[in-house]
Every structure is written in C-alpha cells, then in structure tokens.
C-alpha cells in the first residue's frame, strides 16, 4: 500500500513571494491533515478535511494560508505571501474514518516538503 | 483546552538501559492519547495509542505507555534501549474523533554504546 506522498520535498523562496505544496493521501482515506512543524517543536495542526469540508482551520492563518481538497482526494497548500517565520516542514498525514464521532482513527504521515522562507 | 507536556527535550540513555520519556496532559474531555517517532528526514510514525480501553498499551518496537488518569501522564517506556530507538519522540492528545490533535514539543533520544 503506498503511502502519503508529498511534494516538493523542499522549496526555497523569497520572502512576499508564493508557494504551494501538494499531498496524496493514501487511497481511501477520508480524512486529510496539513501540519506546521517549526523546528525545535512539534508539528501544528494547520487544517483538517473530511472528504472535501473543512472540519478544524481554527489554527490556519487565514490572511496568507489557504488549502483546498476540491475531489476529497488530493489537497495542496497554499502561503501567499510568504513570511520569513513561515519556513517550517510541512506535513500531510491522512486517516481512514469517515464519520464524525467515531474512535479516533490512526494517523499516517507523509515525509514532509521543507520550506525555506529568505 | 487541551496542552500536552513533554518533560525533557533531550534524553540519553546506554544501550540496553531503560529508556522513559515523560509526557503530561491536559484535557477537559476524556483524551485519545498518542505517541509518535521522528527518525530524521522522515515523517511521523504511530508508536501507540490509548483510546479509553486498556490502560497499558503496548506498541511497536518493545515501547509501552501507561495511561494514569490520576497523575494526567502518559510516559512512555522501553525497557531496554537499542541504538536503532535513536530518534525524536512526540506525545499528542486529541479529542474523541480524532479531531483537535495537538503535539508536545518533542523529546530527542539519543542511546549511547
């Protein structure tokens, strides 16, 4: 079974400028997690579909950040324009379960795409 | 709110010692608690997870954690470490449906020969 790709792997970029990072979660999975590890912490959840809704941005930075997942497949992110305290590691990680409510379901995590924000 | 605590950003422990991570919690629902590894330049890898059933879990790699509502911990414990284990460890909480996930700030191991 492949696991969550991601990618670029890394991206180097001026600060102002635009860049987006793409994740394939694993097949069938309904759920999808776009994470910001900064480094030296640990990873925060950025936001969270359900098939193609949203169920948690409570944490995404509305004013540069966007994400979209529009065939409850596949998801990219989005940071317009980027800030030098944007450079973190980007992790997708997606889940199996499909309803609200029910026990909470593992997580499986993609290798990450590396943004270096000068 | 809930806030997890890792107690330590660095640990070092000789091949074949007791390896314990600390991690306390914070939770004003009864938590789904995780422990995850970081070897480096890969992503995160469930090691184990309690939800609301047996108070000891065991997960991958010989590591166990022990749920104690009492004391709000979740420790995480190997009893004997290998070089392999060498890597950053992260503790997370979330609410029940998975949502909500929110991650310590990481402890390093580091095992000595």
């Known amino acids: 079974e492949a696991g969550v790709a991601q990618s670029p792997r890394y991206k180097i970029i001026e600060k102002r400028q635009s860049v987006a990072f793409w994740c394939n979660p694993i097949s069938g999975h309904a759920t999808l997690y776009w994470y910001q590890q900064i480094l030296g912490q640990g990873p925060k959840l950025l936001i969270q579909?359900?098939?193609?809704?949203?169920?948690?941005d409570s944490q995404l930075p509305k004013d540069r950040f966007s994400a979209e997942r529009l065939k409850g497949v596949d998801s990219t992110l989005k940071i317009q324009p980027a800030k030098l305290e944007d450079s973190a590691v980007y992790l997708c990680?997606?889940?199996?379960?499909?309803?609200?409510?029910?026990?909470?379901?593992?997580?499986?995590f993609g290798p990450g795409t590396r943004l270096t924000v000068l | 709110a809930q806030s997890v605590t890792q107690l330590g950003s660095h640990v070092s422990v000789s091949e074949g010692a007791l390896v314990l991570l600390r991690c306390n919690y914070s939770?004003?629902?009864?938590?789904?608690l995780f422990w995850y590894v970081q070897y480096p330049n890969q992503g995160l890898q469930l090691l184990l997870k309690?939800?609301?059933?047996?108070?000891l879990v065991k997960g991958i790699n010989g590591f166990e954690a022990e749920f104690k509502k009492s004391e709000t911990s979740f420790h995480l414990t190997k009893p004997s470490a290998h070089m392999s284990d060498a890597a950053e460890y992260f503790c997370a909480v979330s609410e029940t449906g998975g949502f909500k996930t929110i991650f310590g700030a990481g402890t390093r191991l580091f095992v000595k020969a």
């Open positions: 990680a997606s889940s199996l379960h499909e309803l609200a409510g029910e026990n909470t379901d593992t997580q499986y």
């Open positions: 309690y939800t609301s059933a047996a108070t």
């Open positions: 939770s004003s629902v009864p938590p789904y």
């Open positions: 579909f359900q098939n193609n809704g949203v169920v948690d």
